[in-house]
């Protein structure tokens, strides 16, 4: 609910913030088949926009207002079908509260992102079953491998500037960050660190195909892992 009102409140102001793609979701993005991508946690959709023309592609979001954001920049909102990139294919855009089960029939996608998501949930287990759930298992007649996930998460202590909006520490990696910009807001945000994402995979029947960090001006401001369902 924190974290909700947030980034409703702040829409605007944190579209402005995040408008550049960061150098670690390029990398991300290299390794994954994009023909059909599945955005968990889509924001103004910010990351549609660099994909193939042709990648059938659907963004979820809990905020209304970064859902409206990105409906329109390209796409429609609460299941609608709406233009993307000049003759490609349409962009969808759902509201949907990804902590709740995903209104993502299971196995529906080969591909699913997932930037900067998992560090604001308390409930993270459950979270990444139900990200393994919607992405395609492998096919053991033919042979063809599990669908692939890349996901993000803040390494925000790394940064001395980060460091110094942790309004409250509440224990074991859970912190409350201040947000200044048009206003005073604060998020909930977990540290999630790499032994904890390779737990979290392997629950989740995950496998670890590579994890590196990136971003910021030291270059490890968040970490990626790229998983794949098995």
Not at 56 to 65: E, H, I, T, W
Not at 170 to 181: A, H, K, Q, T
Not at 183 to 194: I, Q, T
Request: with cysteine; charged share 25%.
């Amino acid at each position: 609910k924190l974290n909700q009102d947030f980034y409703n409140s702040f829409a605007a102001e944190f579209s402005e913030s995040r408008a550049a793609i960061n150098p670690g979701i390029r990398r991300a993005l290299a390794m994954l088949n994009l023909a059909s991508v599945l955005d968990v946690g889509c924001g103004d959709g910010r990351v549609s926009r660099v994909l193939p023309e042709r990648c059938n592609y659907v963004g979820l979001d809990f905020s209304a207002r970064l859902i409206g954001r990105a409906a329109g920049r390209g796409g429609q909102a609460q299941g609608g079908r709406g233009q993307g990139q000049a003759q490609g294919l349409p962009l969808q855009f759902v509201l949907a509260d990804v902590s709740d089960p995903l209104p993502i029939a299971t196995g529906a996608f080969p591909t699913l992102i997932c930037f900067a998501v998992l560090h604001h949930l308390p409930e993270r287990e459950s979270f990444m079953r139900e990200l393994r759930r919607v992405v395609q298992s492998p096919d053991p007649v033919s042979g063809k491998p599990g669908g692939r996930l890349a996901l993000s998460v803040w390494q925000f202590t790394h940064s001395a500037r980060m460091r110094k909006k942790i309004v409250r520490d509440l224990g074991n990696g859970d912190y409350v960050l201040s947000w200044e910009r048009g206003g005073h807001g604060e998020r909930f945000v977990h540290e999630v660190m790499e032994d904890e994402m390779k737990r979290l995979a392997h629950s989740a029947s995950l496998s670890l195909v590579e994890v590196f960090r990136s971003d910021g001006r030291s270059n490890d401001l968040s970490l990626y892992a790229i998983l794949e369902a098995r």
